[in-house]
């Protein structure tokens, strides 16, 4: 009698002890994939988080938004090649031939700055250099999204979080290095800001082949996947709503965001405090807001349209703060920072999680692919937005 319910419950010769290292293999992964999320995506924040040292380089205009503009056009032209080309991702040489070409830019960038003369010689430098970062950096997201989506539920959630810690930290980093250096060593800030981001590039690619030895990630490439577009016909809408809102986030951030000033403390504003701090705070509400996804408030791939369309609000009114129109305070303007920032994070990741509802297992790779295309695309509307306003508007 004990035999026979003991092969019930644990079929095909498993134990106990099997299952219990399954489950802290799975743990194990989780985890590796919030370090990922967070080095890459920390990458990113290099290029867009040193708002002081652009203005020093280039005093004449406003580079964030065309380092944004560069950054994105970039990252979606190499999506939709990874896309399209139809193949099962090669794993193990995207992500770590990402993490290296990420790493030569990181260093080669600030260092720049001692060889190069001039504004022209310095933007060209630049935009290079975001170019090449922004197709490493796209290299590396959809091959982890793709990755994520074969293993269980919350890798992706993991994936996301990992990229809201590292929107806090790279602002947190950004502000300490201002900090310990005076205001005439923005150069040597810059350098050890960057210096920051090297290290935790490399982090990231260690935690990449510690994960590809787990038990779980060996089941997971095993998996049975289907490199078929088709699958855009159950995705489709989905796959918009995730562009739409991360439209809604580039329009105005960082451009917009870095430029409105303090009313109530002017010099805030002449030291270039102002700025990092508005950066700062969209970023922690960030990354609540992407912690905030496990409360789903009812919302499902069928609704999530609503609160991604209810955001767009926030854009006239941060507009308004930073032209100085009826908002002139500078509580006014926290609030509808931390708003952007928290509405991005919660609405933006749970718009990327509930697609892969919509799918079959066999189909969950591609669509991880697909999701990460749909975040670029709404990225280059956005920032293609907001560079036109600039312009327009003289920002």
Known sequence: MSASLEIVALPNAASYATFKSQDVSTCTAFRLFTVLGFSYYYALDAIFQPVDYWRLLFPTFNAEFEISWVYNCGSTTTLVLLVTCGFVPWYMGRIVGGYATMLVVLVALPWSHFVLVGETQNLVMVLASTAILSMAISTVDNTTFALASLFPQGAVEHVQLGMGFALVLSALARIFSKAVLSADFVVAATILYFAIATGV???????????????????????????????????????????????????????????????????????????LLMMLLFSISNAVGRYCVRWRMGYTFETVWQPVVARWILVPLLLCSAFGWCFTHDVFSTVFVLLLGWSDGYCGTLAVVVVNDCVNSEELSVTGMCTSLSINIGVLAGSSVALAMAKLLHI
């Open 201 to 275: 590039v490399s982090t990231g690619l260690l935690a990449f082949t510690k994960l590809m030895r787990l038990p779980t990630s060996r089941h997971a490439l095993h998996r049975s996947q289907h490199i078929n577009l088709s699958v855009w016909r159950k995705i489709w809408f989905q796959e918009c709503i995730v562009g739409v809102s991360y439209a809604c986030s580039n329009v105005v951030y960082p451009g917009v965001v870095s430029t409105i000033p303090s009313y109530n403390f002017s010099s805030l504003n002449s030291t270039g405090w102002w700025p």
